[in-house]
């Protein structure tokens, strides 16, 4: 079967969106299909289309119906669809009424859904495989890791601000790793590297390098007011990596909402609290550490391979 995948988030990318569309175009490939991933519709033939944000690629799934209202299409959900407002926008909506299955990223998302739409709402949580040969923690500092791009979103200084309320006596390193989305934000974050001795930004990072630094960690922090299905929350599942979070819907649904190592969103010092502790505290650093390790059978890529055979079974059916 030929798909097309199709996605707002450029080649160059290192955008969450693009992930998503390579991790898909090479699951589907390893089903037997033909899968290739573009910014927008083109008019190579294909047997089925998937598009992820709803108001982004809006204009692509109205065009493919448009050339045939029988061909089947699926649309992937992004956190900025679900969580930018209140609720979802109009045009959203409409993407959504078009596509012939919604696809979301972590259960939770469907109560952002209408129940109208619920019946075609298919939940597939992504994957994610620790890197070959992973690296050794260090014994010299305790390593915090944030894998976020430079978005007010993000957050990204609120780990750094946390950091600095660390005792005198404490092994905390924290250290961010994204790209520039905010030249302002961007200014901030250099002038907090030069001045901060326990923070570091490394700027962007290829993605196998990424995850040699999320397995070196410690913890995963994130810092995100809100996102649709962090991706690195399987990738810190992957490698064994325990998880602090803002208290999101996200985050809540992923890690589930007894996770002891959620904090009320943009609250620095109660993430520095959650990180002395995590430091200091065996017990809670395990309790961490296990929360991710039950998380793996979940983020098996075989697992994800299978409810996406199960979508394309559904739609071509």
Not at 72 to 77: D, G, K, M, T
Request: net charge neutral; proline share 8%; hydrophobic share 45%.
């Amino acid at each position: 079967m030929r798909v097309q995948l199709v996605t707002p988030a450029p080649r160059a990318s290192r955008s969450g969106n693009r992930l998503t569309a390579l991790r898909w175009a090479g699951q589907l490939r390893s089903l037997r299909h033909a899968a290739r991933v573009r910014e927008a519709l083109d008019d190579a033939p294909a047997d089925l289309l998937v598009t992820l944000h709803a108001e982004k690629s809006a204009d692509a799934l109205l065009e493919w119906k448009r050339r045939d209202p029988h061909a089947p299409a699926a649309l992937i959900l992004t956190g900025t669809d679900l969580y930018a407002h209140d609720e979802l926008s109009q045009l959203a909506l409409q993407t959504c009424e078009q596509a012939d299955r919604v696809v979301v990223l972590q259960p939770g998302a469907l109560e952002r859904l209408p129940a109208a739409l619920h019946a075609r709402v298919r939940c597939v949580p992504q994957s994610a495989l620790p890197p070959h040969g992973p690296p050794p923690r260090s014994t010299e500092h305790f390593d915090v890791v944030c894998l976020a791009h430079l978005r007010p979103v993000k957050d990204p200084l609120l780990l750094a601000r946390a950091a600095r309320l660390a005792p005198a006596d404490s092994k905390l390193r924290v250290r961010l790793a994204g790209a520039s989305y905010d030249e302002q934000l961007a200014a901030a974050v250099r002038r907090e590297s030069d001045d901060n001795p326990r923070f570091e930004w490394l700027g962007p990072l290829t993605r196998s390098a990424a995850l040699r630094l999320l397995a070196s960690a410690h913890l995963l922090a994130i810092t995100s007011h809100n996102e649709g299905g962090p991706a690195v929350v399987p990738e810190a599942a992957a490698c064994g990596v325990g998880v602090v979070s803002t208290d999101m819907a996200a985050a809540r649904a992923l890690l589930g909402a007894d996770h002891p190592g959620l904090y009320p969103v943009g609250d620095f010092e109660a993430l520095a609290h959650a990180l002395q502790r995590a430091e200091l505290d065996p017990a809670y650093f395990d309790a961490l550490t296990r929360r991710s390790l039950a998380l793996q059978p979940e983020v098996d890529p075989a697992r994800e391979r299978e409810r996406i055979a199960q979508l394309v079974a559904e739609l071509t059916s």
